[in-house]
């Protein structure tokens, strides 16, 4: 399998060019066109062409970029993992902070933070089931007389096999 490595460290400069001359190469090396590539992942030309050419102020960000990268190396057989470092490396891009989306901790369940527990549908429920068993009591059956009545109604539709 073919690696994107050997990039200088995060910062020095010297890596301009080198992530995307080896995407390039690795592409151009197995014979693939950018349209291939754009057909198959849906990512588009301008972009692919801005990830070839480093010019990542052309690219929508975040983690769309390493999306973008890591579907590309996938579709060219590298591996993604590397792929997605020597892209971090060679934008400058600082790793996210892990704290980015902190989570409150209740002690006790705050029922105006769930709107969708509430009483409204055992309410509806209770109403549905008390219409059906008033129906039956103005009907004058009861559910075993309703599935009596069936079965013997179907019972006579048969006909005799001859």
């Known amino acids: ?23 390039r190469r690795e592409r151009e090396m197995r014979g693939i066109t950018l349209d291939e590539i754009t057909e198959s992942t849906k ?18 960000g975040g983690v769309f970029n390493k999306g973008f990268v890591r579907a590309y190396a996938r579709f060219l057989g590298i591996d993604e993992d590397q792929a997605v470092a020597d892209y971090s490396a060679a934008s400058n891009e600082l790793p996210e902070p892990e704290n980015k989306f902190p989570l409150e901790v209740h002690e006790e369940p705050d029922r105006d933070l769930n709107p969708r527990r509430s009483n409204f549908t ?41």
């Open 122 to 162: 055992a309410g509806i429920c209770d109403c549905r089931i008390d219409r059906c068993s008033c129906g039956l009591r103005i009907f004058g059956s009861s559910p075993s007389r309703i599935i009596q009545k069936r079965s013997r109604t179907r019972a006579s539709q048969r006909l005799p096999v001859q």
């Open 1 to 23: 399998m073919g690696q994107l490595t050997d990039l200088p460290a995060k910062g020095n400069g010297t890596a301009m060019g080198a992530f995307g001359d080896r995407l």
């Open 43 to 60: 990512i588009s030309r301008r972009h692919l062409e801005a990830l070839e050419g480093e010019h990542f102020d052309q690219l929508p």
